[in-house]
């Protein structure tokens, strides 16, 4: 199994012969790793990156420090030839990334992304507004990938590699790896972590949006005026607050007081903000992404008014705009994972859940519409007509009575589906 382990690790997926397209988690059976590590992997993450960022990310790549560098070890997967020796060093190292503390000596081969685009958004602003980077916006941007393009095994959960290694970290009680996964496990202080190795080729699996385009004419607190100003601030503090500012805004944002709902009008001038966030994306990518911006709208779909009919301004704005447009994404392929400490993803959770109801609720009613009309002209153009009644099962000529017998066959089969589906809603079956 070694050998046929490693044999795969040498396996050339890129057409450049000298560098693989990705460097895959491959552990072994004993290597402490859950066996649904690779189960519960997001659809999409987002990775935000400015010229201090550790690494090297561009249209086509994205590499680890390590890689960048062009060290040996970041061709070779942390879990290959596990020994004491190397398992204190990759739980240091790991400690040392996922606490974005200096790395020292040691060789940092992982890529850090985020599920959360909230986290992500705070992050461009620590990155512009923090002493230690600074960068202009036009110099960071927001990377989101498609992680149903990449083999199993390209990304990990950090809490996953966590468990696998805290064990072996010597670092200070209080500052080891073991304290982090108290701290992630234990508390609201998660944020959707995962982590990918060595070089990961992103080329057409991923979408880059410029940070100034994100804050052009106020378009981030026009979606969501909870956002602070950034264009041409910077903060007075050594570190601007990040985390802390994650927490208010969940906690601003995701109150799930219905007393709390917006306006028709203000939700519609949301709505035109998330639209031009939309136009800034390629085809493929609008409807997922509108759905992670629209969760940072309000923890409602529905405003305050009392809306009447079957539909309201935020269903229809995405029929309209989007669920036509990208019937290639599928609301049902839209995997997140959501915590319960992280409402912004349960947000997005619940907006795919909504739309996909929405939309096979309009295909439901729009084909009992028609059979509605269907069976009302039969009724009253044939039964009920001037010559008498045109379906009669009885009839001296055999072939129209049994004609009239798989009418009234059908219509019994229709009558009994009918039953059963609405006898189905009505439990909540589906």
Known sequence: MDSLTEAMRSTRLSDDPQELEQL???????????????????HYLFRVVSPCSDGETNEKWVRSEAAKQNISSSVEDIFFSLNREKC?????????????????????????????????IQYIYYRHQSKRDGSSLKDIRLYAIDTTKFPCGTFIRDLDLI??????????????????????????????EY?????????????????????????????QPQFAGIIGTKSGKQNP???????????????????DRLSSAEMLGRL???????????????????????????????????ETGNDNIFFAWFRLNLL???????????????????????RVKEIVREIQKDSQ????????????????HLHIQNVFSTHGSAFLVVDRNEVLARAGQTVLSRLETIHMLSEEIIQAISSEQV
């Open 163 to 192: 468990e696998a290694f805290w064990q072996f970290d010597n670092h200070p009680s209080g500052k080891d790896l073991g304290a982090l996964r108290s701290l992630r496990n234990d508390s609201k202080h998660y944020f959707g």
């Open 361 to 376: 609720l309009r295909q439901a009613l729009d084909l009992v519409e028609r059979a509605e009309a269907r069976i009302r």
């Open 241 to 259: 607050d990040w985390v802390k500012e994650v927490l208010r805004l969940r906690r601003s944002i995701w109150t799930g007081n219905k007393l």
């Open 88 to 120: 204190i060093t990759i739980a240091r190292t790991l400690n040392l990334h996922l606490r974005w503390w200096p790395k020292d000596d040691l060789e940092d081969n992982f890529v850090s992304w985020t599920s959360s685009l909230l986290f992500a």
């Open 24 to 42: 895959l988690f491959t552990p072994l059976a004993n290597s402490g790793l859950g066996a649904n590590a690779f189960n519960n992997i997001p």
């Open 324 to 346: 036509y447009e990208d019937r290639i994404s599928k609301p049902s392929n839209c995997k997140v994972i959501a915590p319960d400490t992280m409402p912004e993803l349960q």
């Open 195 to 223: 982590l990918s190795q060595g070089s990961l080729k992103i080329a057409n699996k991923h979408q880059m949006i410029p940070a100034t385009s994100l804050f052009a004419d106020n378009l981030l607190q026009r979606l």
């Open 272 to 306: 035109e903000a998330l639209k031009e966030l939309a136009d800034l994306f390629q085809p493929g990518w609008r409807f997922p992404l509108a759905i992670y911006f629209a969760s940072l709208i309000s923890s409602e779909s529905v405003t305050e008014d009392h």
